[in-house]
Structure formats: C-alpha cells, structure tokens
C-alpha cells in the first residue's frame, strides 16, 4: 500500500541506502527528508505522498546511485521546458496508490501492480519505468 505512508522507507530501507552508499560519503547524506504533503480519497482507497523541498538529487543518488541520479539531474532543463519549473522540482520523492491494484514510485520509476490470488496470497508484478534514450 503506497498511501500516505511517509515514514515507511526511511525506518524500512535505511540501512540498505546506508550500504549502498559511495566509499567516503558519510551516512548522514542519506537524511530523508521531513517536510510534504499526503492525500487520500475520503472514499475510494487511492492516495499519494510526496517530500516537497528540493535537494538537488541527493538523496534520489542515495536510492537509485549517482549514475541514475546525475541522469536524471541533468534531464531536469529538458523536463521543465515542457512541464514547468514547479512540476519539476517541486515533488521529490512521491508515493502513489490508485486502489485497488496499481501502485507507483514517481521518482524512481517503479510501477507496481498487485494481484489478489486467494486468500492470504498475493502476486506483485514489478516493473522499472525507463526513458527511451
């Protein structure tokens, strides 16, 4: 469940981020962020959460690595020439659910489907998100 679940991945994944992280970079790079906004529908079950300030990629390098993060840092002009300066630096890191089955991770372009397959069983399918160049 992708909903309004902002704390989940720094207490959840923290250590792997640590593990990850280049030869000399200490772990205190790797501070999540603490300032967004969460939203649910009242009564549909979809919701999303995102970090609101902008870090300039470092902690999206902590989860994705330098390479992808440079990659996507550098796209940044080329993205805000077509969506605007505020849909590109606006929402770092996000968390998306359309109930019941489709889930996403805008800013590591993740997509997530869930399958119910009886009960106390589940089948995901994950996939990575990638641009054509």
Known sequence: Q???DMYHAPLSHMSAILAVLPDGV????????????QWRSPNAGHGTGFHTPDDQGQLL????????A???????????????NARTTAVNGAHMTIFPTCSF?????????WHPRGPNEIEVWAMAIVDAD
Do not use: D, H, K
């Not at 200490?26 to 906004?37: F, M, N």
């Open 26 to 37: 200490p772990p205190e790079a790797a501070r999540w962020p603490t300032e967004g906004l």
């Open 105 to 113: 991770l805008p800013g590591i372009n993740t997509l997530r489907v």
């Open 61 to 68: 390098a902590a989860i994705v690595g330098p390479s992808v």
């Open 2 to 4: 992708f909903c309004s």
């Open 70 to 84: 440079q990659y996507l840092m550098e796209s940044r002009p080329r993205v805000a020439a077509r969506l605007g």
